[in-house]
């Protein structure tokens, strides 16, 4: 037994340990991680099928979730904070009954931006031009996203300029082509490399001076300005009842896709300061966590 480093995995692992399972005894995980390689998602998961493992649970990146589906259609399979709409991937016949051996949490993230946005550009007033970071490797999934950001644009009258991201090791040339290209804030777009490298981006974030809004409220914890979404790891903690329902025997196909009922707000007053911006207090009004 050991301790994951990630805290959402950690606190699936949590989950499943609070409601009775003793690690080594009945029950064991088998990590798995693609270290930002898409492509390596299906192997992965065809790893865990012939080891005959009885769930297989992914993260909410589309490509992880596909690979899973594509190796397997009998052994269950979880996921947690998916952005997309399973229905229209394939993964489930319908959110209330998914028909198959996939189910979990869907994260609503294209829904999300245009209140990023906003939030942005009355946090940094008077900006005009705000940088869009996205993964290229999940450029796909992120079409609702881009839509959603256009019109939220046009309607508060600013302009985006999206800068792709290939992978972890390019976030420092895309921060700089960022600040470079005259921009003045920044949204994250929803990508895996983003939670996993949030330490490294609010520090880049800080260096170029670049204000940043991001969907996953563990960037604020770890240094950043602001976000909003949902909480991921409280949503792979809540996954694992899912998980132990299906080990109790309870079919995939009879267990409703689940979507985030709240969302939080998350800012942090000491990197506010750092950037030398004071928060609307209309702003700090609406949050649900203020770090100082």
């Not at 929803?190 to 981006?201: A, L, N």
């Not at 409220?217 to 899912?242: D, K, S």
């Not at 969302?263 to 990197?271: G, M, P, V, Y």
């Amino acid at each position: 037994p050991f301790t994951c480093a990630v805290p959402p995995i950690e606190a699936l692992r949590q989950g499943l340990l609070e409601r009775g399972y003793v690690e080594g005894r009945d029950i064991t995980f088998e990590y798995r991680g693609a270290d930002g390689k898409y492509e390596k998602f299906f192997d992965l998961a065809a790893d865990l099928v012939r080891l005959q493992v009885d769930v297989i649970f992914t993260s909410g990146v589309l490509p992880g979730v596909l690979g899973a589906k594509r190796a397997t259609t009998k052994i269950p399979i979880v996921f947690a904070g998916l952005g997309e709409d399973p229905v229209q991937y394939g993964l489930v016949q319908s959110l209330a009954r998914p028909g198959g051996n996939v189910t979990g949490l869907v994260g609503l993230y294209a829904d999300l931006v245009e209140k990023q946005l906003e939030l942005i550009t009355a946090t940094v007033l008077g900006v005009s031009r705000v940088a869009a970071l996205w993964d290229i490797g999940v450029e796909k999934a992120l079409e609702p996203s881009f839509k959603t950001l256009a019109v939220a644009a046009r309607a508060l009258g600013v302009q985006t300029q999206p800068v792709a991201v290939r992978g972890p090791d390019d976030l420092a040339r895309a921060f700089r082509a960022a600040a470079n290209a005259g921009a003045r804030a920044a949204i994250l777009l929803p990508s895996p490399t983003f939670f996993v490298g949030r330490v490294r981006i609010a520090n880049l974030a800080a260096e170029h001076q670049l204000p940043a809004i991001s969907p996953f409220v563990e960037y604020a914890q770890a240094g950043g300005l602001m976000a909003y979404g949902p909480n991921v790891t409280r949503m792979f903690g809540y996954a694992a009842g899912i998980v132990d329902r299906i080990l109790k025997g309870t079919r995939p196909a009879d267990l409703p896709v689940e979507q985030p009922t709240d969302f939080e707000l998350a800012i942090n007053l000491t990197t506010a300061k750092t950037l030398r911006l004071t928060i609307p207090p209309a702003i700090l009004m609406q949050a649900n966590t203020v770090i100082q």
